[in-house]
């Protein structure tokens, strides 16, 4: 023999529940409002093994293995629960693993209808408990009984699935929230797209610069072409003044925007270049100054082959690529008149 246990089971849940009415089976609804009203009768009903027709209240004491404490509702699995009593006899068929089945009667009924999709012939709207039985095959499939550690330890399991579901649940963000989130993401999907467009703008700018420095080359070695196909006598001084255009074409060439950035040498390069050129612009303004007497055409012309020379050797390499693009031009000779009579004493003789 053993002590009386105290026991938690688990008994009712709202929901459809058959019955046998008169030998016909019929299927009842029973919602929370109607097991609210019922749940304090079933304090201090007798608990049987196995359901008995009518509770003979002269035998209860003998016949009933123990007794109901209280009917409660469990917010962690939202069904209802009770607490009872159970002597030695009743211990031993729950640790065989039997469980609980209610046993209520009616006092109100509602009209059937449809409850998850499935008709129902009548709603419970109110009773009153008469007994508890524990059996082998109860009418609730999620009925069963618990221990006070066992019952302690499901509610805490139910509390922490509870707690992380309504964590996850307040993660959730309000519509404010979706909305401002939204707002942010767009703000950082504008800002990275105008960022690559302005790249893609710059790489296309720095593209078409490249073709324009280009183009500019290309305009200039056409230039330089076409004044090296022309005869010397188009131009107005000869072959002087071909020569110093096509070095001066060579020169913008040589010294175009994109070769001067490529090294600093460059750069330091074309500074001297410029510098060369002022201070050959200053010595020509101080030249100027010189009296009208001492500006005579013979020194003009000195100064012109001077100036011209001084190009050809800045420019050289440049002007090797053109200076043979006509032979016959490239071929021909301008003479002095001294030089024409030394030639004629060496081939004719002196007289």
Known sequence: ????????????????????????????????DALQKMNKSFEGK???????????????????????????????????????????????VVEKGWAVSNAYLPTEYGAGGVYHDITYDKEVKDGVYEHLAIVDNPR????VIMTPEEFKDFNEGRKAELDKLKNSKEIEMTEEEKAALVESIKNSLTES??????????????????????????KLIREIAAVSAKEESDFEGGMDEKVREIIGLAEKLGYSKDEANR??????????????????EEETKENSEESEDEKTNESEEDKKDEEAEEKKENS????????????????????????????????????
Not at 59 to 88: C, H, I, P, Q, T
Not at 270 to 279: I, L, S, V
């Open 1 to 32: 023999m053993r002590y009386p246990a105290r026991y938690y089971a688990r008994h009712i849940k709202e929901g459809l529940v058959h019955y046998n009415d008169k030998g016909t089976d019929k299927l009842y609804l029973v919602t929370n």
């Open 263 to 280: 090294n600093s040498s460059d750069e330091e390069e074309n500074a001297c270049h410029n510098e060369d050129e002022e201070e050959k």
């Open 316 to 351: 050289k390499s440049f002007f090797d690529i053109f200076k043979n693009a006509k032979a016959k031009e490239a071929s021909k000779v301008v003479m002095t008149q001294r030089a024409s009579i030394e030639l004629g004493k060496q081939r004719y003789g002196s007289k």
């Open 193 to 218: 797209i105008n960022d690559a467009v302005k790249n893609a703008v710059e790489a296309k700018m720095e593209e078409a610069k490249k073709n324009a420095e280009d183009e500019d080359k290309r």
């Open 140 to 143: 609730y499939e999620e009925a």
């Open 46 to 92: 007798p608990v049987y093994i196995r359901h008995v027709d009518e509770v003979d209240l002269d035998k209860m004491k003998e016949e009933s293995v123990g007794r109901v404490v209280k009917s409660f509702y469990n917010e962690f699995d939202g069904a209802w629960w009770l607490e009872m009593v159970l002597d030695d006899e009743a211990i031993s």
